[in-house]
Structures are given as structure tokens and as C-alpha cells.
């Protein structure tokens, strides 16, 4: 007995120093990246299918007739969205797919090797098996799509922040215009950084680069199409709003709200009593959002609450409303919540920050319950089964829990006031 607490302590130094063996980290990260591409080629659904599909046309219509998406025509996305479509084309279009799951393995490794070299802190490995987790659990679609490059890119910008704000701004910048949702990593680092300057320097110089450049090859007004492109949508079957829908057509036997085809979007949308009020107005109420959480945030700096401290949970908290409160709910979306979580773990681990393992550990088993909805059930969710319609209602229940934690979080920053410790420091001096 008395060798059993020495042996059971060595076993477990043993085991920490496994885990913390750059060899054994990256072989892990190869083989994540091996199990997700093979899931996306082989596996059951086609969550490959914008990839293989819908990108490759886009690139090579262009390529063919010189009409592109974006210059020539309106297009659902920023028009840098075009720059890993066009890399992926690199070898020709039959392997264009394959050459996409590189390029997102590079991006990837690029963000891993930040996350496992911040601060020289071996402790950061633990975030570095967090990532590798959640992209397992979320299953193929963390691959499988254009947001699959904006991640990794935003990783490096928020974990940037603290040292180089001008480089984390072109980066979020870059990644923004791939696709919109980083510009909410800007606007909250402007709020609570008191480098905001820089930040926002480093955000207008970029944007002022790509506008000239699309300018040049002719995009003219289709240089923000994306942003009108996103109005006439319905509810997504996916999304948080829609699920209320979802259950009306399932209790009514679709007499009521029925479940369709878009064949303009191509999507499967629900629609119902009250459903094209609902997906007019969750945008109006989206923006409203953003804009308190931001405020608050603001508050928070202004009462002395450090950005290391205030910009986890901020980001964590716009991050999870624009799932939320988001008309479309693809299954890519839950991707985002890396970049926040990944940030909170750093700055917690490395003592920066307050604890963020309830997102962690909420972050997960979203990403599970989403790998069940699409792609693999997805058949049955649109069919309507009672088992799918749960396990979508728990996910997006997580959303709200999530986005409570968060906002409680910056919210008890506000109301107390902050010690002045080590732990409390800028950004800036972190």
C-alpha cells in the first residue's frame, strides 16, 4: 500500500510526458487529419459534397469562360474565398478534393504548432489534444468546408493579439474576408484592447488592399454581393431558430410547417406560421446582440478588467450568438467555437485567464451531437425522426447554455472589481 501512491504518481508523469512528446502530438494530429479525410471520402452521407462539388465548379466555370464568382457574378462569400478554392485546383480538377484536404491539413498545422509553441508552456499540449478532440468529434464537415481555413487562421490571429496586434489584425482580416465571422474577433479585440489602434490599422489596411485589388478586376458592386446574398434565406432545418419549426412539422405530420428543398440556396429549409417573420427579424436581432455583448465588453474595460481576462469569454460569447441567432445553423458553424475556446484554454493554462473548462467540455459534445446531425443521420433529421429531433434540440440547447456561461462570465468581470495581480495583465504584456 504504501508503494501504491509513488507508483501510481510515477505512472502518471509517465503518461504526461507521452502526451507532451512533440513526436506522439503530431503523430496524433497526422492521423486526426487521416481519419477526418477518409470519413469525408468514404463515409456514409457526402459531407464532402461543397467541396467536391460546389467549390470545384465554381473554380473551374471560372477557369473555363472567365466568369467568376464574386468578380463577375454576386457570391455567397468574400471574394479571398476564391484563394484556397483556386490552391485546391492546383493539380487539376480530379484532384481537387484530395488537394483541399491537404491545403486544410497545412492551415491546420500551421495553427497546432502556434498553439503547442505559445509561451514555450508545454502545458498548452493539453489545448493542442483539446482541438485535435473536437475535430474528431465534429467528424468530416471540420474539413469539408471554407470556414475549415478561416479557423485555423483566426487560432493564429487571437493567439497574436498579445504580442504582435497588427499581424493578429491582417490575419482576422484575411480570414474575415474568406468568410464574415471573424469580424467579430476584430470588433472585440478593438473593445478591449488598449492596442485597438493597431488593431484596427492592421483590419483597415487589409480590407483597403483586397477592395483595391477586386476593384481592379472588375468586381464593382459584386465586391459585397455576399452581404445581400444572405437576406432572402429561410430557416435552415439546422438552425437553433428553425427548431421550433422542426417540431411543428414533426407534431402536425407536416400539415402545418413542412420541410423543403431550396434549389437556389441548396439547402433543406423549414418553413411554417410564423417562420418568414422569424427569419426576417433574427438578423435585426443578431446585430442587436453583437452590440450589447459589445458594449458590455466595453464596460468591462472600462472598470479596469484585464483583455486577457475579458477577451476569451467576450469572443466565446459573440462566437456562440452568431450560431444562435443565425437564420442558417450549418453544421460548419460549430467549427467557430475553436477559436474562442482554444483562446480561453491558453490564457487559463498558462494563468492568464479564468477556467474555461465548462466551454471546453460544452464545445465537445456540441461538435459530437453535430457529427450525428449532419452528415450521417442527416436523412432522418429531415425525415423527421423523433430521436434526431432530440439530439438537435439538446445541441442547440448547449448553444444557449454556452452563450449564458459566457455572457455570466464578462458580466461578473463587470460587476466585480478586479484585482490587480500578475495573472490580470493586458494582452499587450501577456
Known amino acids: 500500500m504504501t508503494d501504491a501512491f509513488p507508483r501510481s504518481r510515477g505512472i502518471r508523469a509517465t503518461s504526461q510526458s507521452v502526451l507532451q512528446h512533440p513526436i506522439v502530438l503530431w503523430v496524433a494530429f497526422v492521423v486526426a487529419h487521416f481519419v477526418l479525410g477518409l470519413l469525408g471520402l468514404f463515409g456514409p452521407g457526402w459531407p464532402l459534397g461543397d467541396v467536391s462539388q460546389t467549390y470545384r465548379f465554381w473554380v473551374t466555370t471560372g477557369l473555363d469562360s472567365g466568369i467568376w464568382v464574386g468578380i463577375d457574378t454576386v457570391w455567397v462569400y468574400p471574394i479571398v474565398a476564391l484563394v484556397p478554392m483556386l490552391a485546391a485546383h492546383l493539380f487539376g480538377p480530379d ?5 483541399w484536404l491537404t491545403e486544410v491539413m497545412i492551415v491546420d498545422a500551421v495553427a497546432f504548432l502556434v498553439i503547442l509553441s505559445f509561451h514555450r508552456d508545454r502545458r498548452l499540449t493539453t489545448v493542442g489534444w483539446w482541438w485535435l478532440g473536437f475535430l474528431l468529434l465534429l467528424g468530416p464537415v471540420a474539413v469539408g468546408r471554407v470556414d475549415s481555413i478561416t479557423v485555423p487562421v483566426a487560432i493564429v490571429g487571437v493567439l497574436l493579439l498579445a504580442a504582435r496586434p497588427a499581424l493578429a489584425a491582417v490575419l ?7 468568410k464574415v465571422w471573424p469580424a467579430a474577433l476584430i470588433a472585440a479585440a478593438i473593445v478591449t484592447m488598449r492596442e485597438r489602434w493597431r488593431v484596427l490599422a492592421g483590419a483597415a489596411a487589409v480590407s483597403i488592399v483586397i477592395a483595391v485589388v477586386a476593384l481592379l478586376l472588375g468586381a464593382g458592386g459584386n465586391l459585397f454581393s455576399f452581404i445581400g446574398q444572405q437576406a432572402g434565406r429561410g430557416l435552415q432545418v439546422e438552425s437553433p431558430i428553425g427548431t421550433f419549426w422542426m417540431w411543428d412539422a414533426w407534431a ?19 418553413v411554417g406560421p410564423g417562420a418568414v417573420t422569424a427569419a426576417a427579424i433574427v438578423t435585426p436581432v443578431l446585430a442587436v446582440v453583437t452590440a450589447a455583448l459589445l458594449v458590455l465588453g466595453f ?21 456562440t450568438a452568431l450560431i444562435l441567432f443565425n437564420k442558417v445553423g450549418s453544421p460548419q458553424f460549430v467549427t ?3 477559436v474562442p475556446i482554444v483562446l480561453g484554454l491558453t490564457a487559463s493554462v498558462t494563468g492568464r485567464g479564468a477556467s474555461f473548462r465548462v466551454p471546453a467540455i460544452l464545445g465537445l459534445v456540441i461538435a459530437g451531437l453535430t457529427q450525428l446531425i449532419y452528415p450521417y443521420l442527416y436523412d432522418q433529421l429531415i425525415g423527421l425522426n423523433f430521436t434526431m429531433l432530440l439530439i438537435l434540440s439538446a445541441r442547440n440547447v448547449l448553444y444557449v447554455a454556452l452563450l449564458l456561461w459566457a455572457v455570466v462570465t464578462v458580466v461578473d468581470a463587470v460587476r466585480f472589481e478586479p484585482e490587480v495581480t500578475p495573472r490580470r495583465q493586458s494582452v499587450a504584456s501577456a
Open 299 to 319: 464596460v468591462a474595460m472600462r472598470r479596469g478588467v484585464a483583455a486577457a481576462e475579458l477577451l476569451p469569454p467576450l469572443t466565446l460569447a459573440i462566437t
Open 172 to 178: 482576422l482580416s484575411v480570414a474575415t474576408w474568406i
Open 95 to 99: 484532384q481537387f478534393t484530395p488537394t
Open 252 to 270: 402536425t405530420q407536416s400539415s402545418r410547417s413542412i420541410v423543403y428543398y431550396d434549389q437556389a440556396i441548396l439547402t433543406y429549409q423549414v
Open 336 to 338: 467557430w467555437l475553436a
